[in-house]
């Protein structure tokens, strides 16, 4: 059998950092781990050929080989997701697809004329595939009806990725989370009891990496890296020495809740086994938007004292942000500003609210008649998609403000500066690989922000004081300036479609209330 793996486009995102990729030669963030992933569980004598269509489109010679064609997708990816099952179709190519979106909302890749759709998790329902293409049967859903253990999960197919095209690469140490967030799909993906892979398979998952001569970001790409407080400690602590004996060949990256603050021993370990960045899940500094949403962990203490002790100890922390909870109140974009000039928080990812499939919010606003037309795509372009408690054309001016505010030049730049002189931890010396790409990319940014900007000044000022007194932590400091080239370009976009979709949300509003006057006055008459 002759599989074509194809990995659809990534429209433009706050995640793509499309503007830093291009200054450095690079083509995308991410690679699809779940597909490397799914490859490895496919028999041995199938022939696999992968497209991350990110980095380059298949041929039509790809198209004339395979037998068939396995898609996965994320929702953002969906009008691309659609094409290539039609193309597939179109071309008398079995079409098989799996992956987050088709396993919410199976309906989309069924209408588009998917044959196969291998949903939830592939360790229980790709064998079932399989099972099915062996009696061969032309059509067939399979679902799991239980989660997997994923101690069994294989060694994601690192070799089929043009792997020095990518930003960073993606392993997973556990899935599910342990928390009850009203509008999280996770928990509905892959339930709330984390599972967690053995230390062995993770440092074989990195031996891989190392002997590839990978040395860029490593994103851990858990739900919550500590939803298992046990077993990521008893991981951290046999990476930590591997770690050492090889030089700390690359840094760590990866998500896990607030609560992290609650445990010196998590933190005094993720920063000794080379972790440099973590990305948590803020949202608002609202407690009662907290509370509605069911993110109690999230109040139990100071939101800006938790930020500041997992800063102080070396992390540099990244957020998520949301506008649009229930009951919120005006002016709640404002709050969010001035919690990310505290906090000094560099990447602040602000969303609107959306409700996604299947999560327990969507299924509260279904049975209070509040949803509206449109599928959650988590782009910052994309209006809320239910009807909400104050006024939509406030959330979105607040959300445009705020957005704006945040990517202008200047306040970035001082705010991560103030992120990076918090930090007291000591890191670990993390090997730093200097190539075309970094010398392609750090001239450019100097001369955007050192040279052409009224950053100028300011630019050189931080740099030789980061250089001076926090000499460590020089290279993070340098690459999150370089991710603000991408911020300072995607707002303009961000703006132009929300400001567009204010407009025309205006004019509707306007014309049913003169419809409503209309109606009105007949009726009088």
């Given at each position: 059998?002759?599989?074509?793996?194809?990995?659809?486009?990534?429209?433009?995102?706050?995640?793509?950092?499309?503007?830093?990729?291009d200054?450095?030669?690079?083509?995308?963030?991410?690679?699809?781990?779940?597909?490397?992933?799914?490859?490895?569980?496919?028999?041995?004598?199938?022939?696999?050929r992968?497209?991350?269509?990110?980095?380059?489109?298949?041929?039509?010679?790809?198209w004339?080989?395979?037998?068939?064609?396995?898609?996965?997708?994320?929702?953002?990816?969906k009008?691309?997701?659609?094409?290539?099952i039609?193309?597939?179709?179109?071309?008398?190519?079995?079409v098989?697809?799996?992956?987050?979106?088709?396993?919410?909302?199976?309906?989309?890749?069924?209408?588009?004329?998917?044959?196969?759709?291998?949903?939830?998790?592939?360790?229980?329902?790709?064998?079932?595939?399989?099972?099915?293409?062996?009696?061969?049967?032309?059509?067939?859903?399979?679902?799991?009806?239980?989660?997997?253990d994923?101690?069994?999960?294989p060694?994601?197919?690192?070799?089929?990725?043009d792997?020095?095209?990518?930003m960073?690469?993606?392993?997973?140490?556990?899935r599910g989370?342990?928390?009850?967030?009203?509008?999280?799909?996770?928990?509905?993906?892959?339930?709330?009891?984390?599972?967690?892979?053995?230390?062995?398979?993770?440092l074989a998952?990195?031996?891989?990496?190392?002997?590839?001569?990978?040395?860029?970001?490593?994103?851990?790409?858990?739900?919550?890296?500590?939803?298992?407080?046990?077993n990521?400690?008893?991981?951290?602590?046999?990476?930590?020495?591997?770690?050492?004996?090889?030089?700390?060949?690359f840094?760590?990256?990866?998500?896990?809740?607030?609560?992290?603050?609650?445990?010196?021993?998590?933190?005094?370990?993720?920063?000794?086994?080379?972790?440099?960045?973590?990305?948590?899940?803020i949202e608002?500094p609202?407690?009662?938007?907290?509370?509605?949403?069911?993110?109690?962990?999230?109040?139990?203490?100071?939101?800006?004292e938790?930020?500041?002790?997992i800063?102080?100890?070396?992390?540099q922390?990244?957020?998520?942000?949301?506008?649009?909870?229930?009951?919120?109140?005006?002016?709640?974009?404002?709050?969010?500003?001035?919690?990310?000039?505290?906090?000094?928080?560099?990447q602040?990812?602000?969303?609107?609210?959306?409700?996604?499939?299947?999560?327990?919010?969507?299924?509260?606003?279904?049975?209070?008649?509040?949803l509206l037309?449109?599928?959650?795509?988590?782009?910052?372009?994309?209006?809320?998609?239910?009807?909400?408690?104050?006024?939509?054309?406030?959330i979105?001016?607040?959300?445009?403000?705020?957005?704006?505010?945040?990517y202008e030049?200047?306040?970035?730049?001082?705010?991560?500066?103030?992120h990076?002189?918090?930090?007291?931890?000591?890191?670990?010396?993390?090997?730093?690989?200097?190539?075309?790409?970094?010398?392609?990319?750090?001239?450019?940014?100097?001369?955007?922000?050192?040279?052409v900007?009224?950053?100028?000044?300011?630019?050189w000022?931080?740099?030789s004081?980061?250089?001076?007194?926090?000499p460590?932590?020089?290279?993070?400091?340098?690459?999150a300036?370089c991710f603000?080239?991408?911020?300072?370009?995607?707002?303009?976009?961000?703006?132009?479609?929300?400001?567009?979709?204010?407009?025309?949300?205006?004019?509707?509003?306007q014309?049913?209330?003169?419809?409503?006057?209309?109606?009105?006055?007949s009726?009088?008459?």
């Amino acid at each position: 059998m002759k599989a074509l793996l194809l990995w659809p486009i990534m429209p433009n995102s706050f995640w793509s950092y499309q503007e830093t990729l291009d200054l450095a030669g690079l083509r995308s963030t991410n690679p699809p781990l779940g597909l490397i992933t799914v490859a490895a569980m496919l028999p041995t004598d199938w022939e696999i050929r992968l497209c991350d269509r990110n980095i380059r489109h298949e041929t039509d010679e790809d198209w004339a080989w395979c037998d068939i064609v396995i898609i996965s997708a994320m929702i953002i990816q969906k009008e691309d997701f659609r094409e290539l099952i039609q193309k597939g179709v179109a071309l008398g190519k079995k079409v098989a697809v799996g992956g987050p979106f088709a396993t919410s909302i199976p309906e989309f890749p069924l209408e588009a004329g998917a044959h196969y759709l291998i949903l939830d998790e592939g360790e229980c329902t790709i064998p079932m595939f399989l099972e099915a293409l062996a009696r061969g049967e032309e059509k067939g859903i399979f679902r799991a009806t239980e989660k997997p253990d994923v101690t069994h999960t294989p060694i994601p197919r690192f070799d089929l990725l043009d792997i020095d095209d990518y930003m960073s690469v993606t392993v997973q140490f556990s899935r599910g989370c342990p928390f009850q967030c009203e509008f999280c799909d996770i928990i509905t993906l892959f339930g709330r009891k984390p599972r967690t892979k053995t230390p062995e398979q993770m440092l074989a998952e990195f031996e891989v990496l190392y002997q590839m001569g990978w040395y860029r970001y490593v994103f851990v790409v858990d739900d919550n890296f500590i939803g298992n407080k046990r077993n990521a400690k008893v991981f951290l602590r046999a990476l930590i020495p591997w770690m050492e004996e090889r030089n700390y060949p690359f840094p760590l990256l990866t998500e896990a809740s607030l609560n992290l603050a609650e445990d010196d021993e998590m933190i005094e370990l993720m920063v000794k086994a080379g972790f440099a960045m973590v990305f948590m899940g803020i949202e608002t500094p609202d407690v009662d938007s907290l509370a509605g949403i069911h993110k109690e962990q999230n109040t139990r203490h100071s939101l800006v004292e938790s930020c500041h002790k997992i800063t102080r100890a070396g992390l540099q922390i990244m957020a998520g942000f949301i506008l649009g909870f229930d009951g919120e109140r005006t002016g709640a974009g404002k709050r969010i500003q001035q919690f990310i000039e505290e906090t000094g928080i560099p990447q602040a990812h602000l969303g609107l609210l959306q409700a996604f499939h299947n999560t327990a919010m969507w299924t509260r606003l279904k049975q209070e008649n509040r949803l509206l037309d449109g599928l959650a795509t988590g782009y910052q372009g994309t209006l809320i998609n239910f009807k909400t408690t104050r006024p939509l054309g406030e959330i979105v001016t607040e959300f445009i403000d705020a957005f704006w505010n945040l990517y202008e030049p200047l306040p970035y730049l001082k705010r991560t500066f103030r992120h990076f002189m918090m930090m007291e931890g000591r890191r670990p010396k993390i090997k730093r690989g200097f190539t075309w790409h970094e010398m392609r990319l750090f001239p450019a940014v100097c001369y955007r922000q050192g040279v052409v900007r009224s950053t100028r000044f300011l630019f050189w000022q931080q740099l030789s004081a980061i250089a001076l007194h926090k000499p460590h932590l020089l290279y993070d400091y340098f690459v999150a300036l370089c991710f603000g080239e991408h911020f300072f370009t995607f707002r303009h976009e961000v703006k132009a479609i929300l400001e567009a979709k204010l407009k025309t949300l205006k004019q509707e509003e306007q014309a049913k209330e003169k419809e409503e006057a209309i109606n009105q006055l007949s009726r009088v008459s």
